[in-house]
């Protein structure tokens, strides 16, 4: 009766464990655009002009103006692509974003600075769950939940334009 009874519990334990993935599946509308609104701290989601969904955001430590390079603080703005995927990620998962540009890199070059990279569309890393405000060093944060669910939505290649 005890092994019965232990065989029923680490079932359980598994099937919970199973249902607590952090990879989803998305068998909706192919995502075409990603759009970010810095001022507004909202990221849309659209399958062409229908929006899929709206998820508020915070930003790099210093969020007003275009990143300009490494350790500013600031998120780029511009078009970009999402370019990789991390399921490894110490922000619980992250899509990865073109930056920098060819024009951000001439930028910098001409201050004689590195433009950074890097950045991404993240969740919480455990050491910051419950943050408020725009904490992050130039990436873009949601909460891990969502950031599930847009990583199971979003493809590389995908287009994201950011604005201030």
Request: aromatic share 8%.
């Amino acid at each position: 009766m005890k092994l019965l009874k232990c065989v029923l519990v680490l079932t359980l334990i598994l099937t919970l464990g199973a249902c607590s993935s952090k990879f989803r599946r998305y068998y909706g509308p192919e995502v075409t655009r990603v759009v970010v609104l810095k001022g507004e701290r909202r990221m849309l989601l659209y399958h062409h002009q229908e929006l899929l969904a709206e998820h508020k955001i915070d930003l790099g430590f210093a969020p007003s103006g275009d990143k300009q390079f490494e350790g500013d603080g600031r998120t780029p703005e511009g078009r970009y692509s999402i370019d990789r995927r991390n399921p490894e990620s110490s922000f619980h998962l992250s899509l990865g974003i073109s930056y920098p540009n060819e024009t951000d890199i001439e930028i910098a070059r001409e201050e004689g600075l590195d433009p950074g990279g890097d950045i991404f569309i993240h969740g919480q890393a455990k050491r910051f769950q419950k943050r408020d405000g725009d904490w992050t060093a130039g990436c873009i944060s949601v909460s891990n939940r969502e950031i599930e669910k847009i990583y199971s939505m979003v493809r590389n290649g995908t287009v994201i334009d950011i604005y201030p």
